[in-house]
């Protein structure tokens, strides 16, 4: 075909909307429309749909192009229709989700030459009716795109992606052209071969994005942390990455308990749902969507402001794709991270039960990510390095280690030392153990194997145990030293380690970066952000004062004060001062309902304390605590809201009704309002639950449950009475 250059630009205005090409779009367009093969590495946001959207609608034929989602597909069938206005047939999609009548329209419009894009999943290209259909049709070229999905190496691996080749030789061969956002030399060989297109021209764009700032933070309390940024960048979009499920559900939970309007996104998810979230997300109804990495590829929506990972990524790859999704219009991109070696440790545990290649490859990976998080260098220089490319720069300014730079110290004496520490024991063990050892840590461990007797006790006392841990952990990376995962992570030596020790030479690291335990997130404990609970640690004076208030206010309401807050809740304000209702709220045992109908004259007496007083109110009081099995909860809260029978919800829940009846009496004693009558109107006596209610309004001294079932339960079922006091505490006291 005869190549005309106007043309093309004509055409990416009259159909994408768009007066230039973006990098080297145009030179891509032109070599497929040479009819030649071409492998293009683009970053994520680089502009490569066009790449391949554009040739198909100018040559004969047409187009094939292998995507991994359903999801995307229709994003992208939509948005061609949209630019080809009155062309429904000019792109397709060819998937599971298609009725028998569908693929018959497709067919049709393959067959007539009315399609210029056809969209399918591996899977759905490898099945014989389909192939059987694209044998009658004339291809212009075949696009693989995300072909990284091609390797094992890394992530997202789709075995189908291997079947292309032999499918598109079966269909007829035509210019193929693999698009992938992934840089790693191994990734772009095994697409290169498994494709079969070794003289194909590679396009690699850089893959620097100058807009993202990378940030890698020690994850104590990584939950407040994020609150409290989310908070400070009210509006903004973003996305929070989770390795596990759970995780994700948790923390979504937890934003939203805290105002965040944030959902939850990942493969366990109702299909349904999901793509609901999804699009809530895209169209701005929601500005948080915390996901597992099931969430985001292909993903366009320019303006996510912020990626944070909650868990260090598996790889630097994944990372990349990730963190590639902020600031997708150029404009700002921040890229948080948490790091705590512990999570490294998970991950590893998580490798075991993979075949033995696999293991080695994740090992690789995930201490490719240690390098990169525990390093004090330009981190846009390493990630850039680990794509083999070269930034030039000594200082990129937009990145933690840039901004704030760590003095750097020649590590080769301490790495020696650690390395002969290993060589010396008969026996090996693990970091903790050896750290402690070199910083002179006499715990039970080093007694007992009378660590504390050898010349390395203390040798290296100047520094505290995690200096030695993170040495350690340098070692492991450099091949000095090596983790053996089978035998619980225990340290041995290396022939490496053996010649650097004979030989040391210069080692430059980082030197203050002191990274702590980190959170365990198994211990529910943890989980618990907010301010311990009980009676020592308040403000003893506020406290007092609270107490009148509280007193005053329940002969003006003739209510009894703990109805209006419990003591609890009157410690933790005077722990916590809150001054607004969002605040307020953050207190034990004080809900919504509870906060709006009782808390002003309370927050204007602290006010005035805290103004009159100077006090430094603490500025972590704004995270929530999330209660224990909160998922559960939520269930419960939602379900009694559709009035669903008590009886089916506990059972969908796995519960008999007492345990049932705590967990509705733990929602409703934290403050959240339930409306129960529903059910009590239907099974309770009207009557019997006048007396009841009358209880706890005028004879109950505390809206104890075990006082209320002494008192009543002569005259009354223990069911009745709890479910009495739960609408009692709901009505009048939330
Ligand atoms: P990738 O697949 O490489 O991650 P996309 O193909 O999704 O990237 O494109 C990313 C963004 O760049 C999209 O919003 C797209 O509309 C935009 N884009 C692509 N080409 C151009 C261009 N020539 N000019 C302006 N914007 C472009
Ligand atoms: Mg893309």
Redesign the pocket.
């Known amino acids: 075909m005869d190549i005309d250059t106007t043309l093309i630009h004509s055409k990416?205005r009259e159909f994408?909307g768009?007066g230039?090409?973006?990098g080297n779009?145009e030179e891509i367009i032109l070599n497929l429309l040479h009819g030649r093969d071409s492998f293009v590495i683009?970053?994520?946001?680089?502009?490569?749909?066009?790449c391949y959207q554009l040739p198909a609608l100018l040559l004969p034929g047409t187009a094939i192009v292998v995507s991994p989602l359903i999801a995307l597909m229709k994003n992208q069938v939509d948005a061609i229709r949209g630019f080809v206005a009155g062309n429904e047939g000019i792109a397709h999609f060819l998937n599971s989700s298609l009725s028998k009548a569908q693929i018959a329209e497709v067919r049709e419009d393959l067959v007539s030459g009315v399609t210029k894009l056809l969209y399918v999943a591996p899977e759905s290209l490898t099945k014989e009716d389909n192939v059987a259909i694209l044998k009658d049709v004339k291809i212009s070229f075949y696009a693989v795109d995300e072909a990284h999905c091609i390797s094992d190496w890394g992530h997202d691996f789709r075995p189908e992606y291997r079947r292309i080749r032999p499918i598109v030789d079966e269909i007829g061969r035509a210019p193929i052209i693999a698009l992938t956002?992934t840089a790693t030399p191994k990734v772009q060989s095994d697409i290169v071969k498994n494709l079969g297109i070794p003289d194909a021209t590679v396009f690699k764009s850089s893959f620097n994005r100058p807009n993202l700032y990378y940030e890698v933070r020690d994850k104590v309390e990584p939950e407040k942390d994020i609150i409290k940024y989310i908070k400070q960048n009210p509006g903004k979009s973003g996305i929070i990455y989770c390795l596990s499920r759970k995780k994700v559900e948790e923390l979504a939970n937890m934003l939203t308990i805290n105002g965040i309007n944030a959902v939850p996104y990942h493969a366990g998810l109702d299909a349904k749902v999901r793509a609901e979230n999804q699009d809530r997300f895209l169209m701005e109804d929601i500005d948080v969507i915390v996901a597992t990495i099931a969430f985001g590829m292909?993903i366009?929506k320019?303006d996510v402001r912020f990626v944070i990972h909650y868990d260090i990524p598996r790889s630097l790859e994944g990372y990349y794709q990730e963190t590639g999704r902020a600031g997708?219009d150029g404009k700002e991109g921040v890229c948080i991270t948490y790091y705590s070696y512990k999570d490294i440790c998970k991950l590893e545990k998580f490798l075991q039960g993979k075949p033995v290649s696999e293991q080695e490859i994740g090992r690789q990976l995930l201490m490719e990510t240690v390098a990169y998080a525990e390093s004090g260098e330009c981190r846009r220089k390493l990630l850039l390095g680990y794509f083999g490319e070269d930034y030039p720069q000594d200082n990129c300014g937009a990145c933690d280690n840039c901004l704030n730079p760590k003095p750097k110290f020649d590590a080769a004496g301490d790495m020696k030392l650690a390395i002969d520490l290993v060589a010396s024991l008969p026996e090996h063990f693990k970091v903790e153990h050896l750290a402690n050892i070199l910083a002179g840590i006499n715990t039970a461990l080093i007694k007992s194997y009378k660590h504390d007797k050898t010349k390395f006790f203390g040798a290296g006392s100047q520094h505290n145990a995690k200096f030695w841990e993170m040495i350690i952990h340098q070692a492991v990376i450099r091949h000095f030293l090596t983790r053996n995962i089978d035998s619980y992570g225990v340290i041995s030596s290396t022939p490496q380690g053996a010649e650097f020790s004979a030989s040391p030479y210069t080692l430059m690291l980082a030197g203050d970066r002191s990274f702590t335990e980190g959170v365990d997130d198994d211990d529910e404990d943890n989980v618990q952000t907010a301010p311990a609970r009980g009676g020592s640690g308040g403000d003893a004076v506020l406290l007092s004062m609270l107490k009148d208030l509280r007193k005053d206010l329940s002969r003006k309401l003739q209510l009894q004060p703990w109805v209006i807050f419990g003591d609890a809740s009157l410690e933790d304000m005077s722990i916590m001062y809150p001054e607004t209702l969002d605040e307020l709220k953050t207190c034990q045992g004080v809900g919504e309902g509870k906060a709006r109908k009782y808390g002003k004259p309370f927050m204007e007496l602290i006010s005035k304390y805290v103004e009159e007083n100077e006090i430094e109110r603490p500025d972590d009081f704004l995270v929530k605590s999330m209660p224990n099995k909160s998922s559960e909860k939520i269930y419960i809260i939602q379900s009694i809201d559709r009035r669903m029978d008590l009886e089916d919800i506990a059972s969908a829940k796995g519960m008999d009704m007492g345990e049932f009846m705590t967990a509705v009496e733990n929602i409703v004693e934290s403050g959240t309002r339930l409306d129960l009558n529903y059910y009590i109107d239907q099974y309770i006596d009207s009557d019997v639950v006048d007396e009841i209610y009358d209880y706890f309004r005028n004879e109950a001294e505390s809206d104890s449950l075990e006082t209320a079932l002494n008192d009543l339960s002569g005259d009354y079922e223990e069911m009745e009475i709890r479910l009495v006091r739960i609408k009692f505490l709901s009505e009048v006291a939330n």
């Open positions: 990416l994408f768009f230039t090409f973006k779009q683009m970053p994520t946001g680089g502009g490569k749909s066009l956002a292909g366009d320019p997708r």
